[in-house]
């Protein structure tokens, strides 16, 4: 198994992108923490993976609350004694012209996002700089490499987020911390569907135009990528044999963007 005895720490991750990573981090032998707000719904995914509690632990965590987020931590820490990868999941999506944007809306976006790395960062890397080794993986997007329209909060914040993978990448180095960005396309999670009538009444066409010629017009296969598609490159991050492989960022995107 690729991740046997690794303690690893998912962020929003009770449904959706984060709860496969979680599965299937399980499934290569890892213990896995299913932090989120919603704390029934954790403590429902970590039974679901794993009726014994052993190896899956539910942890409520707010990522844009600084002392949730350090207890959390903790928890983890004292649960399974030390903590191997952090994947920081945990977002939120807002559509909108830009000329109309609420700035409490953009304010809330960003701090999910981009304060919540940061938070969750700050805190995992004290643990692994402690034991000398680890592993964060960031929750990007193809938005992290390019833009569309009604999404200017997500587009800045998902571009923060390779600028603070290649900052942990080189402090982290020396602590034997690699840090690394995944960057999907569209995935059919509730955060996509919601957008789907969003964008039809604000782009002012229909929901399957939507889809065909807005979400997936790029890709080569006409096809959404799948959570089971993040979860390996999740995997893959998270289960890497050297510093080799840092500061990186890897697209699962169908060939919607390419470099």
């Known amino acids: 198994m690729r991740l046997e005895n690794k303690v ?16 299937i981090y399980a499934r290569e032998g890892a213990k896995v923490a299913i932090a989120d707000l919603n704390l029934k719904a954790a403590q429902a995914t970590a039974l ?12 409520a965590m707010n990522v844009t609350d600084e002392a949730q987020v350090d207890r959390g931590i903790a928890q983890v820490v004292e649960a399974f004694g030390k903590l191997d990868v ?23 976006l960003l701090s999910i996002h981009l304060d ?7 805190a995992a890397l004290r643990q692994m700089y402690k034991q000398g080794s680890g592993s964060v993986i960031y929750m990007g997007s193809v938005h992290s490499k390019e833009a ?21 990448a080189k402090e982290g180095a020396e ?42 017009k790029d890709t ?4 959404f990528t799948t959570v089971e598609d993040v979860a390996e490159a999740a995997v ?24």
Request: hydrophobic residues 45%; charged residues 20%; negative net charge.
């Open 148 to 168: 569309s329209k009604l999404k200017a909060p997500y587009v800045t914040a998902k571009h923060g987020l390779i600028g603070l993978c290649k900052v942990v």
């Open 175 to 216: 602590h034997g911390v690699r840090a690394n960005v995944i960057c999907p396309g569209f995935v059919r999670t509730p955060l996509v569907e919601k957008q789907i009538p969003e964008q039809a009444k604000d782009l002012g066409i229909s929901e399957q135009e939507v889809i065909d010629d807005v979400m997936l």
């Open 8 to 23: 690893t720490l998912i962020t929003g991750s009770a449904s959706g992108i984060g709860k496969e990573i979680a599965i």
């Open 220 to 223: 080569v296969d006409h096809e």
């Open 48 to 59: 679901e993976i794993d009726p014994s509690g052993k190896t899956a632990i539910a942890v």
């Open 86 to 108: 952090l994947v920081s999941n945990a977002g939120i999506q807002i559509v909108d012209p830009l000329v109309d944007f609420e700035f409490s809306k953009w304010k809330k």
């Open 236 to 259: 893959f991050f998270a289960s890497f044999g050297s510093n080799a492989l840092t500061g990186q960022s890897i697209i699962v995107s169908h060939g919607w963007f390419m470099e």
């Open 116 to 122: 919540g790395a940061f938070l969750t960062t700050r």
